[in-house]
């Protein structure tokens, strides 16, 4: 099973530059969301979504979009990247919300220059 | 922002010690995970505790709610190298979202 599947691994861009994580899982799961995750910070929510054409912001949603069109995909888009976004993203999955078994992928870790 | 804090925040042992790694908030929490996480991976999920004062056991491991559903601690015995990793906690208040804590780095030595 693939479960949930980020790409790309690795990125650098530079500060004004736009990009799109994405996020696929193959578990037929209504909720997803993306996390950043910073050094002495934990994981904070940026946004999540509990079905196709749902989304909502999480903790720290500025200067990230997201969409979710399907069920199997939701990625996120920075419009305009800045040094404070470098960080460890990382995108879960679960049935129905967070009471439910969380998936996480394996992580997107992005450099602003 | 419901904050969750752990301590310790680093923790390194010789194998075969004990240890616990406490998570505590002022809020109450419908639920709260447990997460590991090694270096270049995502968090996995080890256990959901619900119901206040309940206790799991996973083999060395153990997971206590307390009882008022607003802390949280989790106990390892005879720890080994392969317990070493990232502790997260994380509550559930809303159904939709998780607040984490910042974490309890564990090194287990040989």
């Known amino acids: 099973n693939a479960g949930v599947t980020q790409t790309p691994k690795f990125q650098v861009l530079k500060t004004g530059q736009s990009m799109t994580l994405q996020c696929a899982q193959d578990m037929n799961h209504e909720y997803m969301s993306w996390y950043r995750q910073d050094p002495g910070m934990g994981l904070r929510l940026i946004h999540y979504s509990v079905g196709a054409g749902i989304t909502d912001q999480g903790e720290v949603p500025n200067g990230y979009n997201v969409s979710r069109s399907t069920t199997e995909d939701f990625p996120l888009r920075l419009l305009s990247a800045a040094p404070s976004q470098t960080s460890v993203y990382f995108c879960a999955s679960s049935l129905t919300g967070v009471g439910n078994t969380i998936y996480f992928g394996e992580g997107s870790w992005l450099t602003v220059v | 922002t419901q904050l969750l804090e752990q301590s310790p925040q680093f923790l390194s042992i010789q194998e075969g010690e004990n240890l616990t790694v406490y998570c505590n908030s002022s809020?109450?929490?419908?639920?709260l995970q447990w997460y590991r996480q090694e270096p270049g991976e995502g968090p996995v999920l080890l256990v959901t505790?619900?119901?206040?004062?309940e206790v799991k056991k996973l083999k060395r491991l153990t997971f206590q709610f307390g009882d008022a559903r607003k802390d949280s601690s989790l106990h390892i015995t005879a720890a080994q190298p392969g317990d070493t990793g990232l502790y997260l906690c994380?509550?559930?208040?809303?159904?939709?979202?998780?607040?984490f804590g910042k974490g309890t780095s564990l090194l287990v030595t040989p």
């Open positions: 505790v619900v119901t206040g004062g």
């Open positions: 994380a509550g559930d208040s809303s159904g939709y979202a998780l607040n």
């Open positions: 809020s109450v929490f419908s639920s």
